[in-house]
């Protein structure tokens, strides 16, 4: 937990914050959110922020590795954040990359199972401009087959070189084993066998383009020295004539697990690792489920939690240990990780662990250490919302789970509402041997845990 110096700190800061900001009563997030969308289904947020000059500008697709759902084809969300930057007939690369320079911004994109999101930051006053190189590329890609083809070959050598480290073959490895027909089986990147054979699907990337790039499954997020005014005049202005597209993928709901399943990396390069995966709920800022995995996985798991002082501290028999749920739009997995010194203590480690939580569901937790797991939860997020980009972050990460940025305060305010019970009931929930499934990398041939 924070020391008490740190916790003053905050006290201070948030005296600070709300002597600029008016605070929404109750909020975690201490600024409006404005939100309006337009008549073709593109949802508008604002939050003004006192960053005198600089605003940030998200595009939030909330289409991810989820959406894959037809056979030979993965890979494309995550294949379109490389092609969005290849430019448009008005901007070409080039010409879209002066432009950023020109108004003093930077500009990426990233892609998870469940969004790609768009963003970057510069001078409030370039505001147009930033909506009209957006709105152009979205609506008006344009790029050649061989273009296409030059960006496969990107992306199998991205794939490739992430596909190096053990790490990233064991995260595959665990993917594939714990679900059998939900999209979640895939990584982002996708199958490798996908990713080969991606040069030949131009006419399919079309398709990808022409079906998800649509209002329907945006958000454009603003945050810094701007009015909810000019946003929604805007957005009008620019994406007011986008027109709304008439699909929707049908993601395939996951059997329930029934028995402990593994998967074993032999690799001695790197030190020995376990990982427990057990299948967890999806994100819900109306359940009290994923707050109070939250919540128990910072009790259990943490570097102040008992089981890290004797496992790392006491008997240096692990480097590392961790755990916590993913949040994602459908039920996913709550990954406990940990970094061995010796291979011989896979299955004791693996014990430890599950001692831990069988604890929890016979004792409970303490209730002091439990209010500030809490307090520190909420301290930790309040301590990251200092610039437009933080919070459009943030916020974006929202907007991709529910589609609604208030999702935030929402969650936010579950957290004060988790009990001691609540814990319990989740522990016993969600941490059985049927929804399980344990990885290991070690020199050995077999993974050697049971």
Same mark, same amino acid.
């Given at each position: ?105 930077? /500009? ?9 999101v768009y963003h970057m930051t510069g001078s409030a006053e370039k505001l147009d401009l ?24 990107a992306v199998k050598g991205e794939y490739t070189k992430n596909n190096a480290s053990p ?86 709901v996951e059997p329930k697990q029934t028995e402990t399943r593994y998967t074993h990396l032999?690799? =001695? ?55 916590? /749920? ?29 001692? /831990? ?90 993974? =050697?845990?049971?």
């Amino acid at each position: 937990m924070k020391s008490k110096t740190f916790l003053m700190m905050l006290f201070f800061l948030f005296i600070s914050v709300g002597s600029v900001y008016p605070k929404e009563s109750g909020n975690i997030l201490p600024y409006k959110i404005y939100q309006q969308k337009l008549s073709n289904d593109l949802n508008v947020v604002t939050v003004p922020f006192d960053s005198p000059g600089i605003a940030s500008f998200y595009i939030v697709v909330r289409v991810g590795a989820r959406n894959e759902v037809e056979e030979g084809v993965t890979g494309f969300a995550h294949f379109f954040e490389h092609m969005m930057f290849r430019g448009t007939d008005k901007y070409p690369k080039d010409k879209y990359q002066a432009v950023l320079k020109s108004i003093g911004a930077s /500009a990426n994109a990233n892609t998870s199972q469940d969004r790609t999101v768009y963003h970057m930051t510069g001078s409030a006053e370039k505001l147009d401009l930033m909506f009209e190189i957006e709105s152009d590329r979205f609506m008006n890609l344009n790029y050649s087959e061989h273009d296409f083809k030059t960006e496969a070959g990107a992306v199998k050598g991205e794939y490739t070189k992430n596909n190096a480290s053990p790490y990233q073959q064991s995260f595959e490895n665990v993917r594939n084993a714990a679900f059998d027909k939900h999209t979640y089986k895939h990584t982002t990147m996708g199958f490798l066998d996908d990713i080969i054979d991606m040069p030949n699907q131009y006419e399919y990337s079309k398709l990808f383009f022409k079906r998800y790039y649509r209002p329907e499954y945006c958000t454009v997020v603003v945050v810094g020295d701007v009015t909810p005014e000019k946003v929604v005049s805007l957005s009008k202005k620019y994406f007011g004539d986008w027109q709304k597209g008439d699909y929707s993928s049908e993601v395939p709901v996951e059997p329930k697990q029934t028995e402990t399943r593994y998967t074993h990396l032999q690799n =001695g390069s790197i030190p020995p690792y376990l990982e427990l995966s057990y299948k967890g709920p999806a994100f819900s800022d109306e359940e009290i489920d994923m707050p109070a995995l939250d919540v128990l996985s910072s009790i259990v798991f943490s570097q102040t939690s008992d089981l890290f002082k004797k496992l790392v501290l006491e008997e240096r028999k692990v480097r590392f240990i961790g755990g916590g /749920a993913l949040d994602s739009r459908d039920p996913n997995l709550f990954t406990i990780q940990a970094s061995l010194i010796d291979k011989s203590d896979l299955q004791y480690v693996k014990d430890e662990i599950v001692k /831990a939580i069988e604890n929890v569901k016979t004792n409970g937790v303490d209730k002091k250490t439990l209010n500030e797991t809490k307090s520190n939860l909420k301290y930790r997020f309040a301590m990251n919302i200092d610039t437009p980009d933080n919070i459009a972050n943030s916020l974006s990460h929202y907007i991709q789970l529910t589609g609604n940025p208030e999702s935030l305060n929402k969650l936010y305010d579950l957290y004060d509402k988790v009990t001691v019970d609540d814990v319990v009931k989740v522990a016993k929930k969600y941490f059985v041997p049927s929804g399980l499934t344990i990885a290991t990398i070690s020199d050995m041939e077999m993974g =050697g845990v049971k």
